[in-house]
């Protein structure tokens, strides 16, 4: 069974500091990998994915996520975070066939101005 | 507007009174899904459909109902909620026939059982 880890319940940084969020994953085969954030109150909203090819993904509000297969991992960064980007962050693994993704426990990023 | 509603979004009710959270999604996918999401724990799955009159448990079913008549209607009802059913519910829904098939999140609905 698929399985997602994201190690850091919260991360605090300072605005315009540059951040990364961790996520590995447990599959066998290649995943299908998302990030997803949620503000305060919101809904999820998707920042990134990556199905195959390159293994740099760009997102929305220039996020960006990286797949390692050699670490399992695929981490979500940003060079320089805006105090707007306070929010939860989650990280889903899929997989072909059925496509029922599951989901980290998020991580909560603070910014500091 | 593509996109996925629910309703009510925020709900205080009674122990055992049944009760439905509507879903309805415009953009005739066939996957539809519903997610809890408490502190600490993420999203889990509770229910989802991969098309009409098609539905399977997800990780955390117990106490859940839900029904797929139409293809964008999904709703989640609960025949006897408990206290412990206290959560922040979402829909999501997914177009399978994507090539990179992702999920859109309806705001939410937040549930209270006293």
């Known amino acids: 069974a698929q399985s997602v ?109 | 507007e593509a996109q996925v509603t629910q309703n009510p979004r925020y709900l205080i009710t009674v122990t055992g009174k049944k009760l439905t959270v509507t879903c309805s999604q415009n953009m005739n996918h066939e996957y539809m899904s519903w997610y809890r999401q408490d502190p600490g724990l993420g999203l889990r799955q509770i229910y989802y459909s991969m098309n009409v009159e098609v539905t399977d448990k997800g990780d955390v079913p117990e106490g859940y109902k839900v029904s797929r008549k139409e293809k964008r209607n999904f709703p989640l009802i609960l025949e006897s909620p408990s206290p412990n059913q206290t959560s922040l519910y979402f829909c999501a829904s997914t177009s399978l026939g994507d090539s990179t098939p992702e999920q859109y999140f309806g705001p939410g609905t937040r549930l209270t059982v006293t």
């Open chain 1, 5 to 113: 880890t994201q190690p850091d319940i919260h991360i605090t940084v300072s605005e315009g500091a540059s951040l990364e969020l961790r996520c590995n994953y447990s599959y066998g085969a290649t995943p299908y990998l998302f990030w997803y954030v949620q503000s305060p109150g919101q809904g999820l909203q998707l920042l990134l994915k990556y199905f195959s090819g390159d293994t740099l993904v760009q997102g929305i509000k220039g996020f960006e996520a990286e797949f390692k297969r050699s670490q399992s991992s695929f981490n979500l960064r940003k060079p320089s975070v805006h105090w707007s980007d306070a929010a939860e962050y989650f990280c889903a693994v899929g997989s072909g066939g059925s496509y029922i993704p599951t989901f980290g426990r998020g991580t909560s990023l603070i910014v500091h101005p």
